[in-house]
């Protein structure tokens, strides 16, 4: 069957998903997948139209419990990560997730973001400078990692000292994100969870108590039409804003620069244009080798997708991937073309859940990659490198560059 291929867990899979995608929108664009329990949507407009759709959603404890739902109610030894995931904005619906987005996007305006970019200019070619003073090393260790989560810990508020446990906390509780995680992946999940919120929660006193001009002091005392945000929901907030809020742009810097060096003409061809290309060369690497592959919804009434019907209580795998390599939306989709200018991809979702932080996240890989190209015009890649294993966050363990 065209779902054969499909295996999330596979190590080849996850290196090249995109001929297994191709034979899926050939062949089985709306496919129940067993292993997974999932209906799989494949093709772009399928996608994009139910990303928009009201009768999916990605939680569903807002309309059912989970006996009515037919759903196993989550496994209580899990609870710390239940609690802070399900008060974030991400896996909410309905006007908890309008009231909260209200306040949050805010801090994503366009204006506020621009104001952001020499802080953000300075720190990548400082990173970058620590680069070439080496001769070159790990560009996802040196430059990607730490670009998005010093910028997200400074709007937060987080004190310089602490901004170590950051990454590792996202790590960990991103971790339960993935297919079937294993119990180990599930133990460290939980336990940074419970580490991340008591952390928030001791942060957000000493905010509330001495505010800043930071994120945490201002959703700590933020209230809106007399309805302020309760402090579970304070803290789910900031720790999604730090997972989402770098996950992304360090995944899209690896995955990019991969290519780049997989595809030497365009990545001379960009060398060799930098201000004229980049704008449009961004969105062709988010499009070209995404790092969310799915995101999943719930299916809330029944609905038909391509004549095919998909029950209540259904959960549906939306493959981004291959949405953005949807051969009946965009030309020569398997080509990189960094100066593509008709280019609609998924990469940062669509509807309600459209990502707040699209702005910030263009605004990082722009000053990233700009600063790599112009610093280091000889860029190499040192040896081809291993994926890690998660399939639905795809990135690589490392990439070692010299100059």
Known sequence: MANDAFDPWS????????????????????????????????RYADVNALLRDRRLGRTYTHRFTHEEFGRPAPDPAHEP??????????????????????????????????????TVRRLAAELVDGLLADGGGDLIA???EPLPVAVIAEMLGVP?????????????????????PSPEAARRAVTASREFSAYLRELIRHRRAAPGPDLISALALAAEDGQALSEQEVVSTCVLLLNAGHE?????TGNGWLALFRNPGQLARLRGAVDELLPTAVEELMRYDTPLQMFERWVLDDIEVGGTTIPRGAEVALLFGSANRDPARFTDPDRLDLGRTDNPHLSFGAGTHFCLGAPLARMELTESYGALLRKAPGLTLRREPDWRPGYVIRGLRELQVEV
């Open 11 to 42: 190590a080849a899979f996850v290196a090249h998903p995109y001929p297994a995608y191709a034979a899926l929108r050939e062949r089985a664009p709306v496919h129940h997948h067993a292993p997974t329990g999932q209906w799989l949507v494949s």
């Open 81 to 118: 990560f239940h609690t802070l995931n399900d008060h974030g904005l991400l896996d909410l619906e309905g006007p908890d997730h309008a009231r909260i987005r209200r306040l949050v996007s805010k801090a994503f305006t366009p204006r506020t973001v621009e104001a952001l970019r020499p």
């Open 142 to 144: 040196e430059v990607a």
């Open 160 to 180: 310089e000292p602490d901004r170590h446990l950051l990454r590792p906390w996202s790590a960990d509780i991103t971790g339960m994100f993935e297919l079937d």
């Open 248 to 252: 992304a742009t360090v995944n899209t």
